[in-house]
């Protein structure tokens, strides 16, 4: 048995932790092992990592609850990616007295892919690209950028570069959240709506909120009722903040045109999940924050720091 100390890197879907950062240093000073698979059990998680004394986690994909963290006596050190993991107990980190450390974040991704979704689902990308592998020919009519209305909810880092996104393609952009401020959208080219006002006159509606016990669940079955027929809504923020029941259900019965979803309330989606199925949804596995600029942020970021606590 090695008697270095052993770090388990978590949940590596594509398995390229090691190909997007050097660990050689690492390795010659720890047993380092990558799991590519994804754990849902408590009792599962606690055994696989209970031999550890280092745990490098993605951002939000196996939580780290103080009923886990009770039961990993070894465990010192937690390098989280991104600036901020919804899914670990911070207060209980601290109280047992284990290392938390974050990385940088690059924020080009989730703002690219959410312009990538809405510009897919308004032209039905996917769906002719399909028909055309199937021997068919224009069977859709897009939808126009210029002089439609977006509305976005969140006017932060991420809503701010959509809004830019919009006014370059000629688009109506109104915006509410419950703090903004008519002088901020004002600076972002923007119009301040109520939230009422924005569902109803939105021709796309995309949120870009942070999850907290005030946001979640902002966007109800009501909300969702206020919307045009013709509307699309999409998320690529976090799956809690919208009532994915009631948003499933408009889809179903068709109450909106379609939607753009990249985030879930349970990750990875399970494969009996409705979205998998409906034809007005166009469905991504939360991949906005899943770039090679990001990983090779996130994985360099993350060598540092075991580097720093290898050498004490």
Not at 25 to 33: E, G, N, P
Not at 183 to 207: H, P, Q, R, Y
Request: aromatic fraction near 8%; charge should be negative; proline fraction near 4%.
């Amino acid at each position: 048995m090695s008697d270095k100390p052993k770090i388990a890197v978590l949940d590596d879907y594509q398995a390229v932790a090691f190909t997007m950062t050097d660990w050689t240093v690492v390795k010659q000073h720890a047993d380092v092992t990558v799991f590519n698979d994804h754990l849902v059990a408590e009792a599962e998680i606690v055994t696989r990592l209970l031999p550890f004394e280092a745990v490098c986690m993605m951002r939000e994909r196996t939580p780290l609850t103080r009923q886990i963290l009770s039961q990993l006596p070894n465990l010192k050190l937690i390098i989280s990616t991104g600036k901020r993991n919804a899914s670990v107990d911070e207060k209980a980190v601290e109280e047992l007295g284990i290392t938390l450390k974050t990385t940088g974040y690059f924020g080009g991704g989730a703002p690219e892919l959410t312009w990538a979704m809405l510009m897919a689902i308004a032209r039905n990308i996917t769906v002719e690209n399909a028909n055309l592998r199937n021997g068919m020919w224009q069977t859709t009519i897009g939808t126009d950028l210029a002089g439609k209305t977006i509305g976005i909810i969140g006017l932060g880092n991420i809503g701010t570069k959509i809004a830019a996104y919009a006014n370059a393609f000629d688009m109506n952009v109104i915006a509410w959240s419950e703090n903004l401020t008519e002088e901020k959208t004002a600076a972002a080219g923007v119009k301040l709506v109520s939230k009422e006002t924005l569902l109803k006159e939105a021709d796309f509606v995309t949120i870009h909120l942070i999850l907290s016990h005030r946001s979640r669940g902002i966007i109800s079955q009501a909300d969702l009722d206020l919307m045009k027929p013709t509307a699309y809504f999409i998320n690529t923020s976090r799956g809690p903040l919208v009532d994915e029941k009631a948003l499933i259900n408009v889809l179903q019965q068709k109450k909106i045109a379609g939607a753009a979803v990249d985030v879930y309330d349970i990750e990875p989606l399970p494969t009996d999940h409705p979205f998998r199925k409906l034809d007005n949804i166009l469905a991504t596995p939360h991949v906005g924050y899943v770039t090679e600029n990001t990983y090779r942020l996130f994985y360099g970021d993350t060598v540092t720091e075991l580097l720093k606590w290898l050498n004490g």
